[in-house]
């Protein structure tokens, strides 16, 4: 069973990777670091959010099963 905080983590450290993948395409793209800041860390807050939330759900569906 996976604790709470190892779920943070997983998901940090997910979208770290995640993030520095985005602000390179935003970037290639736009030629703008501003802008690709701007996407990176909206697309790391967000997703860290919906990544933990979705690991609850999932160990929640465990305990019952």
Do not use: N, P, Q
């Amino acid at each position: 069973m996976e604790t709470k905080i190892l779920s943070l983590i997983k998901a940090i450290s997910y979208r770290i990777l995640g993030s520095m993948v985005t602000f390179i395409g935003c970037y290639v793209f736009t030629g703008k670091w501003s802008i690709s800041l701007g996407v990176s860390i909206f697309d790391f807050v967000a997703k860290i959010v919906l990544y933990y939330i979705h690991e609850r759900i999932w160990e929640h569906i465990k305990k019952r099963l």
